[in-house]
């Protein structure tokens, strides 16, 4: 019988985490501290949350013939969830984004169904190609700007990059969690980490908090990154992917520091924190 925990482990209930600041952070450098709601900014919580579950629930629906080889612990090849109802996951999941980023806002939803159509884009389609890492960014970086839609949202434009970047990076890295990386691949990575910790410097906000942010950032994300580099098999692969996965929730709080908003950096360190102590939950085996 299925049960609420395969619907979060479907869904990788824990790195739904790292996707609360992206729209957070959109606003704020679109408009500074004081320029969104509360509500409006947990509107799009919500909806960037249903989006990357949605993401997460479409991948396991498409790869599970892949994943009944590979990964056959998963949801689906374990026969905890149907395939079908996966993909009915995906589509309420997405329904249910989309609609609230119209709640926001009109810019707003229409941020979400490019959003929407780059997360099914990129499960359906551009996954196992090339072009997969760069599609998988566009993702990331139009969530920032799902936040950023309207006065001011070219000021979001870096910051976007920055998130787009640090995710062109990890998803080329998890390239190689089955069969092993490159050394060029970890050192890409590298490269891209140290570039994107320097883009939270150049702000109008509080530059000490943003640049402590990017070296928190850096000691998050490099030792992975520099292990593949080193020795790129399958094990580091994995490690580093999910360093990566965790390290967008400092970079988010460097990127708000960068806006001017320690409410806002502060809230991302909390939302750290919390991610760290499920993940050391679930590597215990305590949760999905």
């Not at 900014?41 to 997460?56: E, K, R």
């Amino acid at each position: 019988m299925t049960g609420a925990r395969d619907y979060l482990d479907l869904v990788r209930a824990p790195a739904s985490l790292t996707v609360l600041g992206d729209a957070l952070v959109g606003a704020l450098s679109a408009r500074g501290p004081s320029g969104d709601g509360v509500v409006r900014a947990s509107v799009l919580a919500v909806s960037s949350v249903c989006l990357y579950s949605a993401g997460m629930a479409l991948n396991d629906w498409a790869d599970a013939d892949l994943d009944a080889v590979e990964r056959p612990e998963r949801p689906i090849p374990s026969g905890r969830i149907s395939r079908s109802r996966a993909l009915a996951v995906g589509v309420g999941l997405t329904l249910v984004g989309i609609g609230s980023a119209f709640v926001a806002g009109r810019r707003a939803g229409a941020v979400s169904l490019a959003l929407a159509g780059a997360l099914w884009a990129y499960d359906v389609v551009f996954k196992p190609t090339a072009a997969g890492p760069v599609v998988m960014a566009a993702c990331r970086g139009l969530d920032v700007m799902m936040g950023a839609a309207g006065p001011g949202w070219r000021r979001a434009l870096l910051p976007a990059g920055a998130v787009a970047a640090h995710t062109v990076a990890v998803t080329a890295v998890s390239r190689g969690e089955v069969d092993g990386s490159t050394r060029a691949t970890g050192r890409a990575a590298v490269a891209a980490g140290v570039a994107v910790a320097a883009s939270g410097l150049a702000g109008p906000g509080d530059r000490a908090a943003a640049a402590l942010g990017g070296a928190r950032y850096l000691a998050a994300v490099l030792p992975g990154h520099l292990a593949v580099a080193r020795d790129p098999d399958a094990a580091h692969a994995r490690t580093a992917t999910r360093a990566g996965i965790r390290a967008v929730v400092p970079l988010q709080a460097a990127l708000a520091a960068r806006a001017g908003s320690t409410t806002a950096t502060l809230a991302l360190l909390g939302v750290e924190a919390v991610g760290f102590a499920l993940g050391r939950r679930r590597s215990r085996g305590d949760i999905t």
